[in-house]
């Protein structure tokens, strides 16, 4: 079984910063690609950002330059900092992550955590 927690979503006014963070743990061997997807109400579960066991990193265009994800293969964890948070980025945040358990890749998702963006 693996577990997947977010932590650091909150309540920030634009311009503002806050750091998402994702532990992952249970039977892991290993983590291929971790993600972070975002779903606003009203709206469909989107891509943020996606980073590679090697540091390969991608994002969505409206995030990028504002946004940095990055991991720690040794912690199992999986973080995004976001900067310049607009209004628009208000939503609830999950993590997601493609885990080598044994022989196989599984994709888990976290809980999520709500980020809100005031005005």
């Known amino acids: 079984q693996v577990h997947l927690v977010e932590s650091g979503g909150g309540l920030v006014q634009a311009g503002g910063s806050l750091r998402l963070s994702c532990a992952a743990s249970g039977s892991i061997f290993s983590i291929n690609g971790i993600s972070w997807y975002r779903q606003a109400p009203g709206k469909q579960r989107e891509l943020v950002a996606t980073?590679?066991?090697?540091?390969?990193?991608n994002y969505a265009d409206s995030v990028k330059g504002r946004f940095t994800i990055s991991r720690d293969n040794a912690k199992n964890t999986g973080d995004l900092q976001m900067n310049s948070l607009k209004p628009e980025d208000t939503a609830v945040y999950y993590c997601?992550?493609?885990?080598?358990?044994?022989?196989?890749?599984?994709?888990?998702w976290g809980q999520g955590t709500q980020v809100t963006v005031s005005s």
């Open positions: 980073i590679t066991r090697r540091g390969s990193t």
């Open positions: 997601n992550a493609a885990v080598v358990t044994g022989t196989f890749e599984n994709i888990y």
